[in-house]
């Protein structure tokens, strides 16, 4: 199940309705309220097959970019990443060489005027089930490019890839964001979450797209590929209840790469800003964990002073954005706690008058299968939080959509 929201941060408005029956938090947090979903509403939430037409691989040479992404960098520079070659799935695999093929964006204020150049980086992954009839995969070539110099408020036309090859995609466009100002503000950022392949996420996607964000937020839980065996087929939600003696839960990374091209209409044109799940973990037998989410996605995190991708900031207009880490040590004297405190403190609440959290799985929620799953985390966190005033925090992880009043350690702010 998919969950969209969409904010017009120029124009807030709050529709409220107001009835005594209604339950607020002041009715505690010792009695969850939920309320059964209405199964008449699901409108076939059935996953996406990977010969659909907007999970197919499109290009014929396995040299042209596909799986093109935007992400923010600096307000003044801005990550280009995408794919080449053809993963592999099978007992052994060969990754690819990623100095193989170059990393190029060219891009400019004109169409097909491409005044700039830079290059990057390239890097494979592979996630390995060293187990009787398990199958291992080895990714396509990811590359990443930090293209810079950009001016705000601008449309820049781009192409990415190898000219050399020749291999570079047709050209795409992206309108930079206006500079940390308390006058200036994306036009209208989306915020969504649990997306996964479904038919819901094309009706979500498509309606995202035709509201026009300038900001794409995903609060985790992206393609549910571990709720797959590494042979393709379905899996199910509980792996260790159905199969207790398996000796690991099984992904199929292909779905990483079918989600990286259903995403790119809209990803390759809108920067689109993530934070992991917990179907992100994907586990190895290694001990290696979260290895797709961590080459895929370039993220600001040494631009925000942050050593990991799991948790990061940056500003858009006048918002600065908190993105942390549920699934990495988030105790009081670790490098997560240190880096936010470190980061809320610096904030000049004069240029970003906006200050938003997120997260993958909430704080406070009436759903009672995902009740407290977090007060760990919100016992570490929360004072921090409230103590530099954050405005909002948005998270995913109950498929279903709740707001809540102001509330700090469960007590209603009035």
Request: glycine residues 6%.
């Amino acid at each position: 199940m998919t969950l969209l929201i969409m904010i017009t941060l120029t124009s807030i408005s709050l529709l409220l309705a107001a009835a005594e029956t209604i339950p607020t938090t002041l009715d505690g947090p010792f009695k969850p309220l939920t309320r059964r979903f209405e199964p008449s509403l699901r409108r076939g939430s059935d996953d996406l097959p990977m010969d659909h037409p907007r999970l197919r691989k499109r290009n014929v040479s396995s040299d042209f970019p596909e799986q093109i992404a935007l992400a923010l960098s600096t307000p003044t520079s801005m990550w280009v990443s995408w794919v080449t070659g053809d993963a592999i799935v099978g007992k052994d695999v060969k990754p690819l060489d990623p100095s193989s093929i170059a990393s190029e964006v060219w891009y400019g204020k004109e169409k097909g005027n491409y005044m700039l150049k830079k290059k990057g980086n390239a890097t494979v992954y592979s996630q390995l089930y060293p187990f009787d009839g398990l199958l291992n995969y080895t990714s396509g070539i990811i590359h990443h490019v930090l293209i810079d110099g950009l001016e705000p408020e601008t449309r820049y036309y781009y192409r990415c890839g190898d000219s050399s090859a020749p291999a570079m995609s047709e050209e795409i466009s992206f309108e930079t964001l206006p500079l940390p100002s308390k006058d200036a503000y994306p036009h209208r950022i989306a915020f969504v979450g649990d997306l996964g392949l479904t038919s819901n996420t094309t009706t979500t996607i498509d309606h995202l797209m035709e509201n026009d964000p300038s900001l794409v937020i995903i609060v985790g839980d992206l393609t549910y590929a571990n709720q797959y065996h590494t042979i393709g087929g379905k899996g199910v939600p509980c792996f260790s209840c159905s199969f207790p003696d398996a000796p690991i839960r099984e992904t199929y990374q292909p779905r990483w790469d079918a989600w990286g091209r259903f995403m790119e209409p809209l990803t390759s044109k809108v920067p689109t800003m993530v934070i992991e799940g917990n179907h992100e973990i994907e586990p190895q037998a290694s001990g290696i964990t979260f290895k797709s989410y961590s080459e895929r996605f370039a993220v600001p995190a040494s631009e925000s002073g942050s050593n990991s991708n799991f948790y990061y900031s940056f500003d858009a207009g006048g918002v600065h954005f908190v993105m942390l880490g549920a699934y990495v040590d988030y105790n009081h004297t670790g490098l997560q706690y240190a880096w936010l405190k470190e980061d809320l403190s610096k904030v000049d609440r004069a240029v970003t008058p906006w200050l938003v959290a997120t997260m993958h799985p909430p704080w406070y929620n009436s759903y009672s299968s995902h009740y407290q799953e977090f007060e760990c985390m919100r016992q570490e966190m929360e004072e921090l939080l409230y103590q530099y005033r954050v405005d909002i925090v948005f998270a995913g992880h109950v498929h279903a959509y709740e707001r809540m009043n102001r509330i700090y350690n469960y007590t209603l702010l009035e």
